[in-house]
């Protein structure tokens, strides 16, 4: 079983930054990829960037291109989400989850993951 917990949400006007955390309870060397999700109200989760415990593969949807960057951290079992240059249609719960099992196929369709945490509230005002 692996326990994960988001922190770092808040209320940000458009332009601004927040780093979100995941803290992973287990070894994240025991996954295979990690993941940011996002999930508005009345929306499907979103995939929002994805990482390789084993390598330096990123991948992140087009919509967050080269405003958020993903980041692990192994020796402290946690995974970052730099978000910058924020948009009110960034407003979301944020949700980081684990893949233990596979590196092949989509790594941001949110159906592939193990676990999941269970978020942290993002709000970007005009």
């Known amino acids: 079983q692996v326990h994960l917990v988001e922190s770092g949400g808040g209320s940000v006007q458009a332009g601004g930054s927040l780093r979100l955390s995941c803290a992973i309870s287990?070894?994240?060397?025991?996954?295979?990829?990690m993941g940011w999700f996002r999930q508005a109200p009345g929306k499907e989760r979103e995939g929002v960037a994805a990482t390789a415990t084993a390598n330096t593969n990123t991948y992140y949807a087009d919509s967050v291109s080269g405003r958020f960057t993903i980041s692990r951290d192994r020796e402290q079992n946690t995974l970052y989400l730099q978000m910058d240059s924020l948009k009110p249609e960034d407003t979301a719960m944020y949700f980081c989850?684990?893949?233990?099992?596979?590196?092949?196929?989509?790594?941001?369709?949110?159906?592939?993951?193990?676990?999941w945490g269970r978020g942290t509230q993002v709000t970007v005002s005009s």
């Open positions: 287990k070894d994240i060397r025991s996954s295979r990829i």
């Open positions: 989850a684990v893949d233990v099992d596979s590196y092949s196929g989509d790594w941001l369709w949110p159906g592939r993951y193990d676990y």
